[in-house]
């Protein structure tokens, strides 16, 4: 059975203060791993998918990197609006997306 | 462009009642997913449907039902409500099923049963 670990479940930085958040993940065929940000009472809104190990992407104080276990989430500089919860999925060759449930960041200023 | 857009937004329901929850997928998307999401967890995956069938189903009961129609809106039917199906059910659109595209979500239906 898929599944995906994210940690921490919560953290709480100042702003400025760089950091990064991890997702473990095992399946069976990894179609792609997603990341999504997901703000109180809203669906999740995507951010990045990787497709295979070794694979970055970035967006504003964002990058996501990916090995053959793991991903991580990068927040350089965050900003109080960088607040929300980061979710992470990966999706099977079978079809099927599987979530974990999230890390919540506070940025405080 | 509208994106996914479903409907309610809030709903209460009493136990045993049956529930429809719509969906209408973001404008050029095909394929419609349905997630179940408890507070403080994430999204935990009820079906997919394309082209009008249900292609892959995640470890739900079979009161979970769905539809899909020609123009690719759904709808996510819940029989014999219990108190534990209270969550946000989010619906995700995308093109070309099952080739790792990324989902563009609605902003859910917030199911309360009583």
């Known amino acids: 059975e898929d599944q995906v670990t994210q940690s921490p479940e919560a953290l709480r930085l100042q702003e400025g203060e760089s950091s990064s958040l991890n997702c473990s993940y095992t399946?069976?065929?990894?179609?792609?791993l997603f990341w999504y940000r997901q703000d109180p009472g809203k669906g999740p809104e995507f951010l990045f998918t990787?497709?295979?190990a070794g694979e970055e992407k970035e967006k504003e104080r964002l990058k996501a990197t990916l090995t053959k276990k793991e991903s991580f989430l990068h927040i350089t500089a965050p900003k109080p609006e960088d607040s929300a919860t980061y979710l992470c999925?990966?999706?099977?060759?079978?079809?099927?997306?599987?979530f974990g449930d999230g890390t919540t960041l506070t940025v405080k200023p | 462009d509208a994106g996914v857009t479903q409907s309610p937004t809030h709903l209460i329901k009493t136990r045993g009642q049956q529930v429809t929850l719509r969906c209408s997928p973001k404008?050029?998307?095909?394929?419609v997913s349905w997630y179940q999401q408890a507070l403080g967890q994430g999204p935990q995956f009820i079906f997919q449907?394309?082209?009008?069938?249900?292609?892959q189903r995640g470890n739900f009961p079979d009161r979970f039902s769905g539809h899909q129609f020609p123009n690719y809106s759904s709808e996510l039917n819940v029989n014999a409500l219990l108190l534990g199906d209270s969550a946000l059910y989010l619906c995700?659109?995308?093109?070309?099923?099952?080739?790792?595209?990324?989902?563009?979500f609605g902003s859910g239906t917030r199911l309360t049963v009583v």
């Open positions: 399946v069976s065929g990894l179609r792609g």
């Open positions: 990787l497709y295979s």
């Open positions: 995700a659109s995308s093109f070309d099923a099952g080739q790792g595209e990324s989902y563009t």
């Open positions: 404008s050029g998307h095909d394929t």
């Open positions: 999925a990966v999706h099977s060759d079978a079809g099927k997306s599987t």
């Open positions: 449907y394309y082209e009008e069938e249900e292609r």
